[in-house]
């Protein structure tokens, strides 16, 4: 089992930054892959961004590239999502997840096997 628990959501207005951590528990954090996920009301959940085991190879949703910047520290057990020029349309419960992996990132949903429980970023116009 590998737990997740994020944090660093907030409200913010709408040109700001937050950075979103996710620190890890359980099993080897570099045996997974991470992704960041987000889902909005109504709407289905989609990945952000996601990041290799070593971290040196990195994926962005076409609405977030060149605004969020997602990174590991392996040492740490931690994968962050810093999140600048931020819109309303950022608005969402955003989810960190883990997935075994080799060699690069995941970006289906259905590879991830485990998940946080998410944290609010609400984005003010």
């Known amino acids: 089992q590998v737990q997740l628990v994020e944090s660093g959501g907030g409200l913010v207005q709408a040109g700001g930054s937050l950075r979103l951590s996710c620190a890890a528990s359980g099993r080897t954090f570099t045996n997974y892959a991470m992704g960041w996920f987000r889902q909005a009301p109504g709407k289905e959940r989609e990945l952000v961004a996601a990041?290799?085991?070593?971290?040196?190879?990195?994926y962005y949703a076409d609405s977030v590239k060149g605004r969020f910047t997602i990174s590991r520290d392996n040492a740490k057990n931690t994968v962050y999502l810093q999140m600048n020029s931020l819109k309303p349309e950022d608005t969402a419960v955003y989810y960190c997840?883990?997935?075994?992996?080799?060699?690069?990132?995941?970006?289906?949903?259905?590879?991830?096997?485990?998940w946080g429980q998410g944290t609010q970023v609400t984005v003010s116009s």
């Open positions: 990041i290799s085991r070593s971290g040196r190879n990195t």
């Open positions: 997840a883990a997935a075994e992996s080799g060699m690069g990132y995941r970006t289906r949903l259905e590879a991830y096997s485990y």
